[in-house]
């Protein structure tokens, strides 16, 4: 069975339809039946004058909105005619169905579209009512000095910025009506005015920032899509614009050109929705230039990386989708050349050219071509030869590192996350500030997030496991403190629980690395349940040392929370990542159990109260630990989770597909037969029948990383073997839930439900 092909199949499908004006308009819904695989196609019919436009969903592959080429009437006949596809339709019409014959390249198919009204997505009938949900969130009772709210209410004011020139404060703050919209403030320091810059209407701001000194960037999507589009807008209000107004198209923001104030640098998968290519944009009038032609979409480019001046320098382009060639640009001629091949999980990616140097083509590069653990090295990419190592640790990969355009790009510190996140300082400017924020906050993360062009004032958070964020200036010249805003208040530190790093050794002999929050009875000596915390991603990603809203809210009512940076995790090295390919379901979830035993022997745990929950891998991995380890959970809450390998990967966004071959290397390759037994044996939806213990699913109607259907089949596979399962879609929500009242929603109805279980 190859499921590439069929997902394949119907994504290409481009219709023409003919049949009566009266019984066409409409939705329109069939399944296709290839090899024993069942594939749902919805079309949506409009009459525009005398002809008709349509476009079809595909919901498994999550799909939506694909255009029709042309509709054309003749009689009750409907045909369908895709030449370049090979792909023909025909049929006719009878009150609410069509009856037809698909056919593709000599394969013949037949297809019966029924006529219904869709209004929303996935199955609704499966949703449980607010009624219900609202009962078990009844469930958290108790007498607690924190509500829901309080971790999760959006803070009054954040996402403080300043402006390039240091004479504005940028900042989100709540609307005043109460109305759940955050807007953006611009303040001006020296008079205290105060302005609205950007209003937040229908759609939620997911991001903004400062271009220049009088305009402003945002991010919005629709619905949850992440099919952002890139607006701006003057720091007064006025001339705002949609800079890249296409429908179904992904913006994001490469470069913002500090020398050229009127232009940024974006990538856009606009001439195809697989890859993303260069555009210039001026950011006033909204011209955009096109700077490079990603026109290989079998083998596309990742990564664009542009210098200061906005010259396109060097990029990454995916070979055979599991190898990555770096090409630099040879600045006598212009000739793109092939410098390094690595594989798709290997990095030398280019952090920033040395601008202090006189040689144009030595830059910092991240890399662990030659080593396990990524470090930070000094690099000739004309000579293709390494001219110095500059950072590195021989435990974790380096994050990052900071230069100061002020001071001819002087280093200012090196970074990396280990069982806490690490600052080495390396300029004496820098080198000062560390220690009047060491002296001034001691045992805190003091971060600068943001500084003006003259470096004259940082803006600083200010952070631990039991300090939400308190933003704070920082006098450069009198290296001097003063208190901004204090994003969460009502959260008191001393009331908050303590986050302890933890390691222990894995099964088969690996050292695993973790977190585990504890509530104050188990500080003194009782033992309290506990929530099981695995992390999405799985590749690259891990859980961090600092202030968590989830398991502080979970402390609250007397739960630990164990957050496990099983194999597969990022900043470990890429052997430690390397483990964990081809392990998902398997020994990446015996890191979790063994990560709960080892919890366990340390006393903390009453092993009779123990819950799993998760976000996307998080929520597989929830339906696993269900299905692999029933004996050790009480119960699990899976939160946009994928529940069957198969339908996870044909229902990928388009711009994931070129990412296919990696996906199979990290997952399960199903095109091998023996590969494919053991996706369906990691499947949760295969094996209902091991699942004993109450669940709980929560999913975002437009996620388009994981589709609706994926909670979906879960719950309706369950609930054929009579378990009760409430279901919660919120149908203008993504991959997470963003909106505020959305937020509280959940997690008042999860701790209702976690509260009947391990309470």
Known sequence: MNLKRIGLLATVIIMAITVSAQSLVGDWKGVLTVQGVELELVFHVEKAGDDYTSTMDVPLQGAVGIPVEKTVLDGNSVSFAIPMAQISVKGTIEGNTITADYEQAGQQFPLVLTKF?????????????????????????????????????????????????????????????????????????????????????????????????????????????????????NIDGTNAKDLTPYDGVKAAIINILKDQKDYIII???????????????????????????????????????????????????????????????????????LMKTMNWDESFGIMGFDYASDNMDQAYIV????????????????????????????????????????????IDFFSYNGEK???????????EFDAAAKETFPNKEVYRVDFDDNEETYLVIVQSDKLYG???????????????????????????????????????????????????????????????????????????????????????????????NFRISGGYGKEFLRAGFKQIGRKAMDDVEDGVRYVLEQGWVDE???????????????????????????????????????????????????????????WYDLDDPEEAKIAREVSPVFQVDKITKPIFVVQGANDPRVNINESDQIVEKLRARGFEVPYMVKYNEGHGFYREENSLDFYATMLGFLSKYLK
């Not at 950011?283 to 079998?298: F, I, K, M, R």
């Not at 996140?421 to 080198?431: A, G, M, Q, T």
């Not at 504890?518 to 500080?523: E, F, I, N, R, S």
Request: aromatic fraction near 12%; charged fraction near 25%.
């Open 117 to 233: 009204e869709q209004t929303l997505p996935g199955n609704p009938d499966l949703v449980s009512s607010d009624e219900e949900l609202k009962a078990l969130a009844a469930l958290d009772k108790g007498d607690y000095k924190y509500e829901v709210a309080d971790y999760f209410a959006k803070p009054e004011a954040s996402s403080f910025n300043l402006s390039p020139n240091g004479k504005y404060l940028s900042y989100m703050e709540n609307d005043p009506s109460g109305n759940k919209k955050r807007h953006v403030y611009i303040k001006e320091i020296a008079t205290g005015e105060v302005n609205l810059a950007i209003e937040e209407k229908d759609e939620l701001i997911k991001g903004y920032g400062w271009i220049n000194d009088d305009r402003l960037f945002y991010a919005m999507d629709k619905g949850g899509d992440e099919n952002f589009h890139i607006y701006a807008a």
């Open 267 to 337: 990538s856009m998968n606009k001439n195809n929705p697989q890859v993303f290519e260069p555009y210039k944009l001026n950011v006033v009038t909204g011209e955009v230039e096109q700077l490079y032609s990603n026109d290989d979409p079998a083998n596309p480019i990742q990564g664009y990386s542009f210098d200061k001046d906005g010259e396109l320098r060097a990029f990454t382009k995916m070979k055979d989708g599991i190898k990555m060639e770096l090409y630099y640009k040879d600045l006598a001629s212009g000739e793109f050349n």
């Open 608 to 666: 009779d109260k123990i819950a799993i929950y998760g976000g996307s891998h998080g929520g597989y991995a929830t339906l696993m630990g269900l299905i692999k380890t029933p004996d050790l959970y009480a119960c699990g809450v899976d939160y946009v989770g994928v529940s069957n390998i198969e339908t996870f990967f044909s229902s990928f966004p388009e711009y994931w597909k070129p990412l296919t071959e990696m996906v199979k290397a990290i």
């Open 367 to 410: 890399s662990n071509l030659d080593s396990d653990k990524a470090r930070i090295v000094l690099y000739d990419l004309k000579k293709n030869e390494l001219v110095k190592e500059v950072f590195s640790h021989p435990d974790y990969d380096v994050s990052g590192m900071a230069r100061s355009r002020k001071r001819n790009y002087e």
């Open 421 to 431: 996140n690490v600052l080495i300082p390396v300029s004496e400017s820098f080198k």
């Open 470 to 564: 308190t933003y704070y200036t920082y006098d450069v010249a009198n290296k001097e403190f003063t208190l901004l805003y204090d994003l969460m208040p009502q959260l008191k530190e001393e009331d908050m629980a303590e986050m302890r790093p933890i390691t222990f050794t894995s099964r088969d002999g690996l050292t695993i690395h973790g977190y585990i929050t504890l509530p104050k009875a188990a500080l003194e000596g009782k033992k309290v349940p506990m929530i099981v915390n695995p992390h999405g991603g799985p590749q690259g990603i891990r859980d961090s040392w600092g202030f968590n809203p989830e398991t502080q809210l979970f402390a609250s009512r007397g739960y630990a929370t164990l957050q496990v």
